[in-house]
């Protein structure tokens, strides 16, 4: 086996166990497994080449991987439940207590719930403030 296709194989075993366990750890090594398996293509030597595949680990994760978890923390924020109904405020159509309640958003009706001890009459209007299930955890404005 020539030694761009052994790099190949370790960047699509780390693919693949990225999908397995989606941690952004594996996908760092990818990337160096098939950056090293182009480096390959031009140079014979198998000690440089594991110590290229070691280096550019090394500095995928220590530097890529911190951008690549911050960019997924914000497309968590952005897209979903939380980016379409946190920080939104609605009107209360069942009264809310820590027990029970409904609110409307979009035409739907939601079952809500507050974290104080007092209950948010029909008809105020209340922000949400966490997404649980299917139990909205809002605050009266």
Do not use: C
């Amino acid at each position: 086996m020539v030694l761009w296709e052994i790099f190949v194989i370790v960047g699509l075993v780390s693919v693949i166990l990225e999908m397995l366990a989606p941690s952004i750890f594996f996908l760092n090594l990818a990337l160096a497994g098939f950056i090293t398996a182009i480096v390959a293509l031009f140079l014979d030597s198998w000690v440089y080449l594991t110590l290229i595949f070691v280096i550019l680990s090394i500095v995928s994760v220590l530097f890529l991987r911190p951008i690549l978890l911050k960019h997924r923390e914000n497309k968590e924020q952005e897209t979903g439940m939380q980016g379409k109904y946190i920080g939104k405020i609605v009107k209360v159509i069942e009264p809310i207590t820590k027990f029970s309640g409904a609110i409307t958003i979009y035409d739907e009706r939601w079952e809500a719930r507050t974290e104080s001890e007092e209950t948010i009459h029909v008809g105020s209007e209340v922000r949400i403030v966490k997404y649980e299930s299917l139990v909205l955890t809002v605050e009266k404005v």
